[in-house]
């Protein structure tokens, strides 16, 4: 049974907000009454939908994902609100490699291993582990305040996904874009499995390299010196390469030379596009079994292949054997299931012994990495399954390239454009074969009587020959269909996990079937992610998209950067710079998290967070939350009786209340605007200037006079526009700090119901004034450049001042006098002059002031008595000297260059902002003192 609103207890101001008591009552709330759910039938022509970039089942909320679903639910909710019939839809990804390492682990830990239970029973074991341990993040996701339709969640390896993966995999095979293939692949030694081209992290290493002697074979006293930083592959060398036009080498192509610790001889070939003359010595082993670009070179020149390494990365005793490599016998047997850095220390000695080794020198080159694991990868060469991109008869990219380029598909922010075209334009086919258990099994089948020789088990993988012929069909053949054997073996290989998330946006609506759905949500209207999956994810949707659905998978794609901690470092453990957010959640708030990476998410820019940051929004809902028990508090009657009422005539309101409905209406147009633009952080900017400064710091100040004054139709109309603005205020801040703006909500409106489904405000022009604002804004600036004065030279508030205000436009000028008594308030004057001729007193501080419209003026306060100028002249002199020895210690370090040269860019950045603020402060300092000076009748 639906159960009514849980209603705020207005007793609790008289506590200080408190998040947890609010968050979990309020979220329970919203998925019982049904608030996030689609209607998977409306003919509403508003429409919004959006697919989540699915979390690994494996995964923990960490800060990427706080930032990608905060963004996602802000755009939710303010669409939801605009009364869109609107989707959010939410899910998992299997996480093909990363699931099985982590069950793979716990086998571990308990004795055994994958092998010892069978696939079967191991695939059963990781279903167990996911519905035990696999639904953490989504729990994680609910406490973030994720508004999904939860009842749609769909998992990459459910039922109706499954269908819609072999659907895709059959038709691209019975197009001829997907094939199997013996190349050179990618291959993480410790997962046992291919990866993808952009599977492979590069790190910059600090490595060897090594020159190696190769003697000619016709007069072995003469050699050539190749360079190489892997000489354990040299093993496997079938030629050495030199460019054509190089006058040290040219005469030798054709020739032949002696593989070192081998009975085997290669020859000299000429290679323009492999050889760069000017690096190493200009020779350059090729080695196509163990390189990309050498495998295209031994295709060019027609050489053979020869493959030193088995599945887990070690010397393969077959492969070295005089049949293949024809390494020495005394070696063969030193390097048999060597792992790769022992294999090169055993091959350097014995180059070494035999005389081989030239020299060896420090090399600063790239290696990959396994994105999962972190093991250095190895070009493997095994029959894989790959996806032909750019077929040019039936190309993928091609239209994925179109879609962005003619605008049917916007990347936000633009500047990611050309990093989108430059892969899609140079992409290599797309290998989609995993050596693992874990995933969508590959939907092709052989038969063992017709392909009894391509068979091979090779430790826990079993190979099948290139030359075998599949069966690709959606369901299990129950026979071969040459031959008519019932003894059929599948693929052992699943797919990629990139594969099924390629189809996520329409698979999850149902696809391949016609679902209603599908026709209401598809294309979806945006997608919010991180930059580092445009190509493994972004793009390769796109492909799918478009070519399954003849339709782009979305319109708009908002893509955000990455959160690092305060000095701009990426966050890591090993670090000890990791911010968890869940601890944040529970110690400052949700909403309080919300708001902060809301308001820094600037396209472009990564994310540099501490938890300064997050408390400072901490307090801005705070703030909030005295701003209702002023206001609540104010009310003599129920403050619901007020949202009642209609907004009362202009002609009766205050200048405070006209001006801010006026700069309300500003800040409902502006919010909108800044949404639709994605700029998240400049419509959080608005919400915190409107709500902290001008409604709080200045609106609620200036009707406190009207409120406890004795005009009780004023004081009610006032009320009426208070919480009329506060309550309009709390519907924009809605999508960004959803609970504590429910919770508020609550208490103020008199309509049954939740914010969540309240209508978002749109402007209303009619409350819009220029002059009323201009007004107001004269003498708040007057006010402030009192206080601002008074902070600089330490005058307290308690001591009233006689001021003087030179303003030359007479309008401003009217202005002013117009709120003489509100500048005397707030301000703490005893005295105030206003005047284009004004006289300037003797002995007075001055300040400028530019008014609105660009009108200049000037404020004037007389010198204070010689006691206090004394005291304040020993404080600025005590301060001036610490600023002194700060700035010097800021200028050593910056003019050291050491520091200059090795400290990392981020904390030399702030280092000089440091400097500069340090300079600024001791100026101003420096002139507040000589003019303290002056007054007192002192020397400089």
Known sequence: ??????????????????????????????????????????????????????????????????????????????????????????????????????????????????????????????????????????????????????????????????????????????????YRGERLINWCPRCETALSDIEVEHEEIKGTMYYIKYPLADDPDQFLTVATTRPETMLGDTAVAVHPEDPRYNKLIGKKVLLPLTSRTIPVVGDPILVDREFGTGAVKITPGHDFNDEKAGQRH??????????????????????????????????????????????????????????????????????????????????????????????????????VRDGRIRLIPESWKN??????????????????????????????????????????????????????????????????????????????????????PFSTLGWPKKTRELEIFYPTSALVTSFDILFFWVARMIMMGLHFMKDVPFRDVYIHALVRDAEGQKMSKSKGNVIDPLAI?????????????????????????????????????????????????????????????????????????????????????????????????????????????????????????????????????????????????????????????????????PVEGSITVAPFPMENTAWMNEAVEQECESFQRVVEGIREMRGVHGIPFSKKLSVVVRVANPVVEHYLENNRPMITALAGLSALEIGPHVRQPVNAFTGPIIFPGGHAGEVFIPLPDAIYRAKEITKKEKRLKELTAQLALEEKKLSNPDFAAKAPPEILENTKLRRQELRLEHETLSAALQRLREMSGGTA
């Open 585 to 749: 959640m529970e110690k400052y708030g949700t909403d309080a998290l919300r708001f902060t990476l809301a308001s820094m998410a600037s396209p472009g820019r990564d994310i540099k967070l501490s938890e300064e940051r997050i408390e400072g929004y901490r307090n801005f809902a705070n703030k909030i939350w005295n701003a209702a028990r002023f206001l609540l508090m104010n009310c003599p009657s129920n403050a619901k009786t007020y949202l009642g009422n209609p907004l009362p005539d202009p002609a009766t309101l205050s200048l405070a209340d006209r001006w801010i409905l006026s700069r309300l209406q500003r800040v409902v147009a502006s919010v909108n605007h800044q949404l639709d633009d994605y700029r998240f952080d400049g419509a959080s900017r608005e919400l915190y200037q409107f709500l902290w400064h001008e409604f709080c710091d200045w609106y609620l100040e200036l009707i406190k006079p009207t409120l406890y004054g004795t005009d009780a139709a004023a004081a009610k109309r006032t009320r009426t526009v208070a919480i009329h603005v506060f309550e309009t205020v709390l519907r924009l801040l809605h999508p960004f700090m959803p609970f504590i703006t429910e919770e508020l909500y609550q208490m103020i409106t």
């Open 419 to 504: 990093n989108y075209f430059g892969w899609l334009e140079n992409i290599q086919d797309w290998c989609i074969s995993r050596q693992i258990w874990w995933g969508h099994q590959i939907p092709a089948w052989y038969c063992k009587r017709c392909d009894e020789n391509v068979f091979k088990i090779t430790g826990t993988i079993t190979v099948i020959g290139i030359n075998a012929k599949p069966i690709v069909q959606i369901d299990a053949p129950q026979k071969c269909e040459r031959c008519g054997s019932t003894d059929l073996i599948q693929d052992p290989d699943v797919l990629d996990t990139w594969f099924s998330s390629a189809l996520w």
């Open 302 to 403: 027609r050489l053979g292949t020869i493959s030193l390494f088995d599945h887990r990365g070690r010397m393969d005793p077959p492969a070295l054997s005089e049949r293949e490599a024809k390494v020495l016998p005394q070696l063969t047997e030193q390097l048999g299931y060597k792992p790769v850095q022992e294999a090169r220390k055993l091959i350097v000695q014995w180059l070494e012994q035999k005389g081989c080794l030239i020299k060896v020198e420090d090399h600063r080159h790239t290696i990959g990495k396994c994105y999962r694991c972190k093991t250095v990868v190895e070009p493997y060469r095994s029959p894989q399954w790959f996806v032909k991109v750019n077929d040019p008869k039936n190309s993928l990219a091609a239209p994925a390239i179109d879609a």
């Open 1 to 178: 049974m639906i159960q009514d609103a849980p209603r705020s207890d207005t007793t609790r101001f008289d506590k200080p907000y408190s998040h947890r008591d609010v968050e979990e009552r309020w979220y329970r709330h919203w998925l019982d009454r049904g608030y996030f759910a689609a209607d998977g039938q409306s003919t509403n022509p508003k429409r919004f939908s959006i697919v989540i970039p699915p979390p690994n089942i494996t995964g923990s909320l960490h800060l990427g994902h706080a930032l990608n679903n905060t963004l996602q639910d802000i755009l939710v909710r303010w669409k939801r609100m605009q009364e869109y019939n609107t989707l959010w839809l939410p899910g998992t990804d299997h996480a093909g490699i990363a699931t099985q390492n982590v069950v793979e682990r716990q086998l571990k830990s308990e004795g055994s291993h994958r092998e010892a239970l069978g696939r079967e029973k191991f695939i059963q074991r990781i279903w167990r582990w996911r519905e035990e341990s696999g639904r953490t993040i989504i729990t994680q996701l609910k406490r973030l305040g994720a508004s999904c339709d939860w009842n749609r969640e769909r998992f990459t390896l459910d039922e109706g996904l499954s269908v819609a993966v072999r659907e895709v995999f059959v038709r691209l095979h019975q197009e001829g874009l997907i």
